[in-house]
Each structure stands twice: as structure tokens, then as C-alpha cells.
């Protein structure tokens, strides 16, 4: 009885030890990887053996979502626990970082605060400005492996050869390539034409996955020689979809959906609802990675997060499992504008296209260093793709409703179908009440946000809430028959805010057949508004329409603009009515029609005076 005695009284003693001990926490991460190149996730994908090994151990999320698809809004988002729209951090890349909101600190502040030693090798990308020192250390040399003795650490390691860059060959290299593969076994996307070029570049990539698992072996070969692997909770993820055209950079799932696997030691088990080699269906995104680690570290979540922990203590599994919700948004990456809203709640994905006419396959000049876009493009304009092939270079239509688990690659809009009328009401009303909550900044242009919001993103964003919402209404007649929105678009014509007029043009540009009365007021907008940004507008809609020449309008407007940001968003309308299908040339554009440069600005117009050559 003595000898049971001093067991229970041992086994309490360790239980309490490691209910105070601080897990070491490491964040393993490669870049632009969804969960459809892995075969982890999908037969045909590639074999990567050390994550299967950590998900053998650990739980594998099927739905893991970005909340944004590109790297810099992505790790904005990771880093502080908050939704990029709300604070400014929306743009890739920014052209303006922003201050953060005194409430929100980025996570390795947190946890440096309660003796954790942080360390980040070696990419960052925040689109906010960095006040005092974020991490320990954070470079290409930095590691955990420098704390003190017994000190809990919180390292990320990032790995690169996944990302975008690893595909920008050329047609020397492709030639050379196709010579030596045999790729029978690679099966295109069905968006994607079936090519030599698609198929070795889905290939090239597959082995570059292979390449990564052997450095994520490595880092976990390293911590089990240094005794360190029962005592370090292992999270994998990437940071964003992959990079084969229309994930990287779009809002769907191939942009969103990312693979994650955590692997929590037996020492912390309390810490985790999942069973050890489990898969669970729960929703988490990346605003859950900040008060998941703060949970894990034993510190409270402050208000100011908007996500919710999925390990830590005393979180109930049938809780977690019943989270089947995420946001997603895409705003500018680089020169290329657009502004979409997404919601994905169970089987259902919508997305909220605000510019319906910014076809998806516009000129984007990083990404169309990958020949497959080029090639995709040249395919489409030479009339050679199927009517899902080509959706990537038509407009597309103000709002989508996908079934994923019928249609997991997102091809068959159910916007229209009769059937799925109540579950188009229903997500659409969900992602316009968050949008509202988080007051969305992207209904003001981004030369406003940077000119008038920047110093303090949040408080700007209360205090225009009721304008935003009145925007958010505006842009919502989009939704409408022509014949249920004359009223409202003529009085929003006729506004006397900026804005509101902007929004009116660009409803009247997703309409296209209102009413000459309204034509008229658009071309007064285009002749004399005191904003370049409207006239901008203006000019999109004559040019959509045909009902007047934009490029005079879009001179003028380029001279009237007052920065690189805003020349460079005159100039995507440029682009947009010159690759669209509407038969406009501006290649005659130069430097001389601008005032100011910058490295967005000069690739639009090197890009739209290539017709000269």
C-alpha cells in the first residue's frame, strides 16, 4: 500500500511538473504549397515521407486554410492573429507599411515576455512597420539552438524550394526537360490544358516537394539527436496555396487550402484533443495560429486576435470539430489589382468578386514568368481551350457558390442554380456581416488607405464604418437586375462624395446596359471629376460599354495623380481594357503621360508598349 502510495504520489509530482513546463514550439513552413500537390492529401501528389512521419505521430488538418493567397498579406495575417483588411495589411507588396494597432503585437513579443527564446530563419515579409525587436534573432543564420540552458524556444524555419521562383525556367531548359521525363503519370488540373509544358511543370514541382522533405528530415533529425523532440511541439504548414496558374495569387481553394500536420509529444498530450495519427475535418486558418501558440504557452488570448486556439488546455474536441468556417482576401499583388472577399463554411466556397471584369489571367509580370501561364494565354487567344480552360481569361461574374466536395476544383458556379438559392443568400449574408464587423478597408481605393489611414488603420476604420457600409451597399447592386437598381445607381452617380460616384462606375461597368441617362453622367464623370480615380472609373466603363474612347480620359487621369500607387491603379484599367477583348491599344503610353515612377509603374507601361515592337 506504502509502495502505491509513493507511485501515485510520483506520478502526481511529474503530472504537475509538466503542467507548468513550457513546450518548446517549432514552425516548420514551406512556401507556396497547397494540399493539392501532396500526396499526404491527394493520390497522384508527392511522396513526401518525413511529413507523413510527423503526421504518423501527429493530426493532419484537411482544412487548413491561408486567409490570403500570397505571402506577404499571408504572414501579416499569421504573425499578428489578425484579419489583414481590418489593419491595412492587405496589400502585396506594400507599397506603405502600417502602424499597428497599440492592441496587437506581432506573437514572438508575447512569448519573448514569458522566457521564451524566438528566433525566425529566415523570412518575415510583414506588411507592417516593426516597432522594437520582434524576435531574438531573425536571419538566415538564426536558431534555437543559441538560448540559454532550459530555456523554452519558439523557432520558425522556412523553406524555400517550393516556392514560385523554383518554376521561372525557360524554354531552353523546358526543351531540354521534355527530352528526359516521362510524365504519363502526371494528370493536369482540369482548368489547365493537358500540355507537355503543364505536365512538366506539375512534375518539377512534385520534386521540389521531395527536396523539402529531405530539409524538414533533416530539422527533425536534429532535434531528436539533441534529446529535444519529446519536448518540442512540431507544427508544418504552408504558407499559402501553390503555384501552378490560378492557386498562388487567387482566391480559391488551390490558393487557400494548405496542408498542415502537428505533431504534439506524448509530455503535452493535455494540451492537444487530437488523437496521435488522426486526420480531423475542423476548419482552422492562419488568424488561429497566434492564440493557438498563446494557448500552448499558457498565456491569455487578448481581444485583440481575431482568431480562436485549436490546441491548448481544456479545449474541447467536439468544439474544435464543429469550426467549419473561413475568411479569405485578395487584394493587389504587385502591379495587378483586384479586390475579392471569400467565405468557405462546410462543403460550400463563395467567392465575392467586387471587379468582375478584372478577368483572372490579367498581365501580372511575375507570375507570367512561368511558361505555363504564358503558354496558357497564347492557348486562349489562339481560340485552342475548352469553356473551363478558358474562364481564367473571361470576366467573371459578381459572386460564385462551389460545392467543393463535388467540384473541388472550382470550375461549375452555382451562383445562378435555383437549387442553391437559399445557400447563395446564406453565405453571401455571412461574408457581408464580417466584412461590416471588421470594417474592410478595401472599399476605399489604396492611395486613400495609404494617404488617410495608415497611422491608425483601426481607429480609421470606425470612424468611417457608416461610409463603408454605404459603399458596401453600393457595391452590392451588382448583385441586382439592371431594372431593380436605376434609382439607387443614378443618385450614387450623382453623389457628392468621391467615392460613392467610384463605386457607381464600377457597378455600372458590371452591368454595362443602363440607361443613356446614366451613360451621359459617366461621360461628365470622365470629362470633369476631381478625382483621377474616378474618372478612372468612368473611362472603364466607356471602354466595357463602347460608348467612348478611355484613353484620353486615361491620360488625363495619369497627369492628375498624386503618387506611384495611384498611377499604378490608373494604369491596371489600362491594361484591363487593352488584353479584355474590347479592342483598345495603349501601347502609345510612355513615361513622358506619367509623373511618377516606380518599379509597378514602369512594368505597366514596359508591358503595354510591347505591341510597338
Not at 426 to 433: H, T
Request: glycine share 6%; proline share 5%; hydrophobic share 35%.
Amino acid at each position: 500500500m506504502r509502495a502505491l502510495s509513493l507511485i501515485l504520489l510520483l506520478t502526481f509530482t511529474i503530472s504537475c511538473k509538466n503542467d507548468n513546463l513550457k513546450p518548446n514550439i517549432l514552425w516548420i513552413v514551406t512556401e507556396d504549397n497547397s494540399i493539392h500537390y501532396m500526396n499526404l492529401y491527394k493520390e497522384g501528389g508527392a511522396e513526401m515521407p518525413a511529413v507523413a512521419s510527423l503526421a504518423s505521430e501527429g493530426v493532419v488538418f484537411d482544412n487548413a486554410f491561408s486567409n490570403a493567397p500570397v505571402c506577404s498579406v499571408a504572414r501579416s495575417t499569421i504573425i499578428t492573429g489578425v484579419y489583414a483588411p481590418r489593419i491595412g495589411t492587405q496589400y502585396h507588396r506594400r507599397m506603405s507599411k502600417v502602424k499597428l494597432p497599440n492592441d496587437v503585437k506581432p506573437l514572438p513579443v508575447y512569448l519573448k515576455e514569458v522566457g521564451y527564446y524566438t528566433t525566425n530563419n529566415a523570412k518575415e515579409d510583414y506588411n507592417f512597420i516593426k516597432e522594437g525587436e520582434i524576435w531574438n534573432e531573425s536571419s538566415g543564420k538564426a536558431t534555437y539552438k543559441n538560448r540559454n540552458e532550459g530555456q523554452p524556444f519558439f523557432h520558425v524555419q522556412n523553406l524555400h524550394n517550393t516556392h514560385e521562383g523554383q518554376l521561372h525556367f525557360d524554354q531552353k531548359h523546358l526543351d531540354n526537360a521534355l527530352k528526359n521525363n516521362n510524365l504519363d503519370s502526371i494528370k493536369p488540373f482540369p482548368y489547365h490544358p493537358d500540355t507537355p509544358t503543364f505536365r512538366y511543370t506539375q512534375s518539377l514541382y512534385h520534386s521540389h516537394h521531395k527536396d523539402v522533405d529531405k530539409e524538414i528530415a533533416k530539422i527533425i533529425s536534429d532535434l531528436e539527436n539533441e534529446g529535444l523532440l519529446d519536448d518540442t511541439i512540431i507544427f508544418y504548414y504552408g504558407d499559402h496555396g501553390g503555384v501552378l496558374p490560378r492557386s498562388k495569387g487567387y482566391i480559391y481553394e488551390s490558393g487557400l487550402n494548405v496542408p498542415m500536420v502537428v505533431r504534439v509529444p506524448e509530455k503535452f498530450k493535455k494540451l492537444s484533443p487530437f488523437k496521435s495519427g488522426s486526420r480531423t475535418s475542423s476548419f482552422v486558418e492562419f488568424v488561429d495560429l497566434v492564440p493557438t501558440v498563446l494557448s500552448l504557452a499558457g498565456i491569455k488570448v487578448p481581444k485583440s486576435v481575431d482568431g480562436k486556439p485549436f490546441l491548448g488546455k481544456k479545449l474541447k474536441k467536439s468544439k474544435i470539430e464543429r469550426q467549419n468556417v473561413t475568411f479569405g482576401y485578395a487584394d493587389r499583388f504587385d502591379e495587378k489589382y483586384d479586390f475579392v472577399r471569400w467565405v468557405r463554411k462546410g462543403k460550400f466556397s463563395y467567392q465575392r468578386n467586387y471587379q468582375p471584369f478584372n478577368f483572372d489571367g490579367i498581365q501580372n509580370d511575375y507570375r507570367y514568368k512561368q511558361l505555363a501561364f504564358t503558354e496558357w494565354r497564347n492557348l486562349y487567344n489562339a481560340g485552342k481551350l475548352d469553356s473551363i480552360q478558358s474562364q481564367f481569361f473571361r470576366p467573371r461574374s459578381p459572386e460564385a457558390l462551389y460545392d467543393v466536395s463535388n467540384d473541388p476544383y472550382e470550375t461549375n458556379n452555382l451562383a445562378t442554380d435555383p437549387d442553391y438559392q437559399k445557400t447563395l443568400s446564406q453565405m453571401r449574408d455571412l461574408l457581408r456581416s464580417e466584412m461590416l464587423r471588421t470594417n474592410d478597408l478595401s472599399f476605399y481605393p489604396e492611395p486613400v488607405m495609404v494617404e488617410k489611414a495608415m497611422s491608425n488603420p483601426v481607429d480609421f476604420g470606425r470612424e468611417k464604418s457608416e461610409k463603408i457600409k454605404r459603399m458596401s451597399e453600393i457595391a452590392d447592386l451588382q448583385l441586382l437586375p439592371t431594372s431593380k437598381i436605376k434609382e439607387a445607381l443614378e443618385v450614387a452617380l450623382n453623389s457628392s462624395d468621391p467615392w460613392i460616384r467610384y463605386w457607381a462606375c464600377i457597378v455600372a461597368s458590371s452591368h454595362i446596359q443602363i440607361p443613356e441617362k446614366m451613360i451621359d453622367r459617366i461621360k461628365v464623370i470622365a470629362r470633369s471629376d476631381s478625382e483621377s480615380l474616378v474618372r478612372t472609373r468612368a473611362a472603364e466603363f466607356l471602354g466595357i460599354s463602347r460608348k467612348g474612347d478611355p484613353l484620353p480620359i486615361i491620360k488625363t487621369a495619369l497627369k492628375m495623380a498624386s503618387s506611384d500607387i495611384e498611377t499604378n491603379l490608373i494604369l491596371n484599367t489600362a491594361v484591363l481594357l487593352q488584353d479584355g477583348g474590347y479592342g483598345y491599344s495603349f501601347e502609345s503610353l510612355s513615361m513622358s503621360d506619367v509623373n511618377h515612377k516606380g518599379r509597378y509603374v514602369e512594368a505597366r507601361i514596359a508591358y503595354l508598349s510591347e505591341r510597338k515592337k
